[in-house]
Nanobody, 121 residues
Framework: QVQLVESGGGLVQAGGSLRLSCAASGRIFSINAMGWYRQAPGKQRELVAT???????NYGDSVKGRFTISRENAKNTMYLQMNGLKPENTTDYYC???????????????WGQGTQVTVSS
């Protein structure tokens, strides 16, 4: 299967920046779309940003202009550069990939364990 490991979370003051990373490993034939999501306690999971295999990006309305998603296909790694962080951005961030484990398999969604981001006011 595919394992995802997020890193880069932590504590930052409002207005600061963090860079999250998501490294995929395991039985990977190909990775299609990759994305970041976040979920605050008691709330639904929210789209932060996605990026296709071709590099097309999509952002949630609340992060447009502040967050940038990117990927390094050779490393099976995805990044989320978060600038201008706000206290309301405090929550756990999860990465997800749509990956094929063999050349005859359909893409399946895999999820990381999450990394915590805390923005102090």
């Amino acid at each position: 299967q595919v394992q995802l490991v997020e890193s880069g979370g932590g504590l930052v003051q409002a207005g600061g920046s963090l860079r999250l990373s998501c490294a995929a490993s395991g039985r990977i034939f190909s990775i299609n779309a990759m994305g970041w999501y976040r979920q605050a306690p008691g709330k639904q999971r929210e789209l932060v940003a996605t990026i296709t295999g071709g590099g097309s990006t999509n952002y949630g309305d609340s992060v447009k202009g502040r967050f940038t998603i990117s990927r390094e296909n050779a490393k099976n790694t995805m990044y989320l550069q978060m600038n201008g962080l706000k206290p309301e951005n405090t929550t756990d961030y999860y990465c997800s990939v749509a990956a094929r484990t063999t050349d005859w398999d359909l893409p399946h969604n895999f999820w990381g364990q999450g990394t915590q981001v805390t923005v102090s006011s």
